[in-house]
């Protein structure tokens, strides 16, 4: 990235209270993300991947960027983690990845790095509904 293109950037940001880079330019997705074109005939790229590029390193192959202070607008490279798509989605906060048993009570199994142990198709599956559901 250029002077000129790094100044355009930093201008699009501001700092917030947490240590945040709030992307504040001309483009945000409705996702929450930011969004950044570098220059003319260049495609717009997600704005915390650019950051992270030019301020630390290329992203690895098949990873994707965890937002640790779970601001989708904070651009903040230190605030950015390369992870797994599997890791990024175990991460995730909302009320369906807080639950951590079944319906019946019983606890969903992890892994030895603390992710669920997935079924066949993704779903979380609790081992003993599922060794009684093959005993009847």
């Known amino acids: 990235m250029n002077r000129e293109v790094l100044a355009r950037f930093t201008r699009s940001y501001a700092l917030d209270s947490s240590g945040c880079w709030v992307w504040r330019g001309p483009w945000i997705a409705d996702t929450g993300y930011g969004k950044f074109r570098p220059g003319p005939g260049q495609r717009e790229r997600p704005a915390h991947r650019i950051a992270y590029e030019h301020y630390v390193h290329q992203i690895p192959t098949g990873e994707q960027l965890d937002h640790l202070c779970r601001n989708r607008a904070c651009v903040n490279p230190q605030h950015l983690e390369p992870v797994t798509p599997s890791v990024n989605t175990d991460r995730q906060d909302h009320a369906n990845r807080r639950k951590d048993h079944c ?14 142990v997935r079924g066949t198709d993704g779903r979380r599956r609790c081992r003993v509904c599922r060794r009684a559901a093959r005993a009847r």
């Open 103 to 116: 319906p019946a009570g019983h606890p969903y199994p992890r892994a030895a790095d603390g992710t669920w």
